[in-house]
């Protein structure tokens, strides 16, 4: 029986510790203000970078109509889609990361 105390004593100290050693409501706030920080500057910068997207993509299709090429239909729906891709994106993270 006594064998039996000395394995039981340890298993159960090693539990408390690691028990113990869980993060707290202190650290859980702090992690939730940082994500709040970090994804609205990921959010603007995705929205800068969809502008500029788009503005490039407007003068590129721009070029190609003046320059007379034809079919460029498929060009304006891929940089319209791209630009939208990126608006929704952002809304998607803030649903589900439940950013306010």
């Given at each position: 029986?006594?064998?039996?105390?000395?394995?039981?004593?340890?298993?159960?100290?090693?539990?408390?510790?690691?028990?113990?050693?869980?993060?707290?409501?202190?650290?859980?706030?702090?992690?939730?203000?940082?994500?709040?920080?970090?994804?609205?500057?990921?959010?603007?910068?995705?929205?800068?970078?969809?502008?500029?997207?788009?503005?490039?993509?407007?003068?590129?299709?721009?070029?190609?109509?003046?320059?007379?090429?034809?079919?460029?239909?498929?060009?304006?729906?891929?940089?319209?889609?791209?630009c939208?891709?990126?608006?929704?994106v952002?809304a998607?993270?803030?649903?589900?990361?439940?950013?306010?």
């Amino acid at each position: 029986m006594q064998p039996i105390r000395f394995l039981i004593v340890p298993i159960f100290l090693f539990f408390t510790l690691s028990v113990s050693a869980q993060p707290g409501l202190d650290e859980f706030e702090k992690v939730t203000k940082e994500v709040n920080d970090w994804y609205f500057s990921f959010s603007d910068l995705a929205l800068v970078i969809g502008a500029v997207c788009g503005l490039l993509g407007g003068l590129r299709v721009y070029n190609n109509w003046q320059s007379g090429k034809h079919h460029i239909d498929a060009q304006v729906m891929g940089w319209f889609f791209s630009c939208l891709f990126l608006s929704l994106v952002g809304a998607a993270l803030k649903a589900l990361y439940g950013v306010h």
